[in-house]
Every structure is written in structure tokens, then in C-alpha cells.
């Protein structure tokens, strides 16, 4: 049984210029979601498998809900016979949530489809492979991307590193574990080559 996962959604602060909300504070509005092995929808992908043929594969296939996603819908893995769906999708509002949650989940399981008719040669993702899967499965001139929006994830920046020559200053999450000069530095007078005169110094950030 795939286990429960709270997401928050934080919603923009109001206008500061209406005199109803200016005082007030933003909520945040939390949704209960499924996450992990998804049975029922496995189910379904082993059902069409085994209609074109794909018996060994159908016995492999599994769909999960992958709370690491944001921005993707879903996700398809060939070797291994996956489908991830974003939990995001089960917050969608009522009317569109399950045309939304099937749609992505055929436009998946069409990516491994079109790779297991083809397993000897390379195809595009989105090729003409794939839109014949779709159309196969019933979702004839689906679309590569879709037009959901989904939050984007943004990490809080830790580190900066500037140079000591120009000034130039970047932000990274990441902490840089290896010596890296200031790229135009080294280019216009080195160049092009590292010098230490142009190594990038760090700052934590608070």
C-alpha cells in the first residue's frame, strides 16, 4: 500500500493595495496525497501491455507516484519497465484531476511501448514511434509537454563565490569542492588557462 504524503501549497501573498487583506497573512493550504507503488494503475499497464504482445514486459511494469518530482508530470524508464507520476497530480482541481492523471499515465506507458517495439534501435522520444503508441492507446495527438502548472522547485542559495580581480559574483546551493578562477578573468588576461590570481573566493550566506 503506497503511503500518505502532505503537500503545501503556498498561495501568492493578496495586494497590499486592498484594504480587506493588507494586514492579512498568506495560508498555507495542505493536501493529502498517495505516494509510492501504485497497484491499480500497474494493473493497467500489464492489461495494455499484454494486448500488443508485451507479456514478459507486463510482468515487469510498475507505476509509482515519485514525491521527488515537481515540474515533470511523469516519467517514463525503459530498462527497468517504470512509470513515475507526480503526486501533484492528485491535487488537481476535481474536474480534471482523473482525465489528467490517465492521460499521463498513457503518455508514459506509450514512451515504454514505443521502446519495446524498437529495442534494437534508437528512436526519438517523441517521435513518430511514440505518437503511434499513443494513438494505439487511445490518445492520438497527444502533446510532448504538458501544460500543468506545477511549482518549480527553488533551493535557498548557500554559497557565493566572487572574483577578486573583477568582482563578478555567482550564488550556488552547492558548496564548489574544487579550485575554479573567474572564467573572463583567465580568458582575457591568461588565455584562458586557471590562474590563481583569479580564483574564486567563497562567502556562506546566512
Given at each position: 500500500?503506497?503511503?500518505?504524503?502532505?503537500?503545501?501549497?503556498?498561495?501568492e501573498?493578496?495586494?497590499?493595495?486592498?484594504?480587506?487583506?493588507?494586514?492579512?497573512?498568506?495560508?498555507?493550504?495542505t493536501?493529502?496525497?498517495?505516494?509510492?507503488?501504485?497497484?491499480e494503475?500497474t494493473?493497467?499497464?500489464?492489461d495494455?501491455l499484454r494486448?500488443?504482445?508485451?507479456?514478459?514486459?507486463?510482468d515487469q511494469?510498475?507505476?509509482?507516484?515519485?514525491?521527488?518530482?515537481?515540474s515533470?508530470?511523469?516519467?517514463?524508464?525503459?530498462q527497468?519497465?517504470?512509470?513515475?507520476l507526480?503526486p501533484?497530480l492528485?491535487?488537481?482541481?476535481e474536474?480534471?484531476?482523473a482525465?489528467?492523471?490517465?492521460r499521463?499515465?498513457?503518455?508514459?506507458?506509450?514512451h515504454?511501448?514505443?521502446?519495446f517495439?524498437n529495442p534494437r534501435?534508437k528512436?526519438?522520444?517523441h517521435g513518430?514511434?511514440?505518437?503511434?503508441?499513443?494513438a494505439?492507446?487511445?490518445?492520438p495527438?497527444?502533446?510532448?509537454?504538458?501544460d500543468?502548472?506545477?511549482?518549480?522547485?527553488r533551493q535557498?542559495k548557500?554559497?557565493?563565490?566572487?572574483?577578486p580581480?573583477c568582482?563578478?559574483?555567482?550564488?550556488?546551493?552547492?558548496?564548489?569542492?574544487?579550485?575554479?578562477?573567474?572564467?573572463?578573468c583567465?580568458k582575457?588576461h591568461?588565455?584562458?588557462?586557471?590562474?590563481?590570481?583569479?580564483?574564486?573566493?567563497?562567502?556562506?550566506?546566512?
Amino acid at each position: 500500500m503506497p503511503e500518505q504524503l502532505d503537500l503545501f501549497d503556498q498561495p501568492e501573498s493578496p495586494s497590499p493595495s486592498s484594504p480587506e487583506t493588507s494586514n492579512s497573512e498568506p495560508e498555507t493550504e495542505t493536501h493529502t496525497v498517495w505516494v509510492g507503488f501504485d497497484r491499480e494503475l500497474t494493473d493497467q499497464a500489464a492489461d495494455w501491455l499484454r494486448r500488443f504482445g508485451f507479456d514478459k514486459q507486463a510482468d515487469q511494469v510498475s507505476v509509482s507516484w515519485n514525491k521527488r518530482m515537481r515540474s515533470s508530470a511523469g516519467r517514463a524508464k525503459y530498462q527497468s519497465a517504470e512509470i513515475e507520476l507526480n503526486p501533484r497530480l492528485q491535487i488537481l482541481p476535481e474536474e480534471q484531476r482523473a482525465e489528467e492523471i490517465n492521460r499521463t499515465f498513457l503518455h508514459e506507458l506509450a514512451h515504454l511501448l514505443a521502446f519495446f517495439r524498437n529495442p534494437r534501435r534508437k528512436i526519438q522520444a517523441h517521435g513518430v514511434e511514440w505518437q503511434q503508441a499513443c494513438a494505439d492507446l487511445g490518445i492520438p495527438g497527444e502533446s510532448r509537454c504538458h501544460d500543468l502548472e506545477f511549482p518549480v522547485r527553488r533551493q535557498k542559495k548557500k554559497f557565493a563565490y566572487s572574483c577578486p580581480s573583477c568582482g563578478e559574483s555567482i550564488q550556488r546551493v552547492r558548496r564548489i569542492r574544487r579550485p575554479v578562477a573567474c572564467h573572463p578573468c583567465c580568458k582575457k588576461h591568461n588565455r584562458g588557462r586557471f590562474h590563481k590570481k583569479y580564483q574564486l573566493r567563497e562567502e556562506t550566506l546566512s
